[in-house]
DNA sequence: AGAATACGTCAGCCTTGTTGACATTCCAAG
DNA sequence: CTTGGAATGTCAACAAGGCTGACGTATTCT
């Protein structure tokens, strides 16, 4: 193991500052889910309602199976969901044109708006936080997350971000 | 309101940016988990168990009160969590010796080779997380995720972070 | 024609969260 | 010394949201 620090110090990988940044990540993620979660709560839908309009908001027109590899559920678990929302009319779900066999999932203007308040939320307090730690800090902090994604989510987030649309 | 961009450019302010944000902790937050997760299949525990067995290690002496409000759950849910690992011999639960209402709780020998077991996946990633990023990066990543986190949340990150133990 | 794919659904299970009710033990204030 | 309240444990019941396995249907591909 060769990993002497060559003049540039590797203080920031020591065990102590691992554990800090596990405790940051965990507590961080509390403050991340907490808004829209208590909008919903009361609302008969919960976190898993709360993703899939996210990522169907994000790609109108995605498929069951896309939606499926994005959230990393079985098709089970997500089509409880998934029904629950096509019955409430915030989802709507379209034969596909080319293979008749794909659903194709948009939001109806209810699922739009609900969606909208629910990352109006949540946007805020990631607005907060960048606003608090600056330009600079938001870049770290990106990069630091997509370097801990496993590979096939790196895949999703980075088809994400890349879009023009 | 007098945010108006003196200059310094707030780009990393609009709307996209901040979904992005969203994003990655979405997704990295799933590789965060993978590693202990995949530990934990098939022993018997979840998520649950080594969030519980983390602070006890943390904090060995702890009682179930202090415990709780770090996890944020309900004592009923935190007890049956504790049950299985006092039952199993991975956690001790000593009656307080000031105040004998209270329960000390520390791990044993075995629940400590859990925890390293745990620990040391999750370090393994969070280390090639930062050292992939580099240090000013994870300066940034440590900044934002604590100016996100509620402040019950940070109260309780900084006294673990601030100790002398 | 037959295999594979996309989707939906039924049934049953597990973990982990919740509420409500109640017992015990013990500290501390009156 | 008694009593109120705090800390803890525990029982029961329930819900959300994961999971597996099996099966059915429509569609498309080979």
Known sequence: MNDVPSGQSLLF??????????????FAY?????????ILEGKAYGRAHHRAI?????SPGTTVNNLLSILGVTKQSLNRVLRSLIEDG???SRVGKIDKRERNLFLTEAGASLERE?????RDRMRAAFRAAGP???AGFRQVLEAMMDEDMRRHYEALRDRTT
Chains 1, 2 share one sequence.
């Open 90 to 92: 915030l989802v709507e």
């Open 54 to 58: 996210h990522f169907i908001n994000r």
């Open 118 to 122: 629910l990352s109006d939320a949540q």
């Open 13 to 26: 990988l020591t065990d102590e500052q691992l554990r800090q940044g596990i405790e940051a990540m965990f």
């Open 30 to 38: 509390r403050g991340f889910t907490a808004d829209p979660d208590r």
């Open 136 to 138: 600079s800090a938001v």
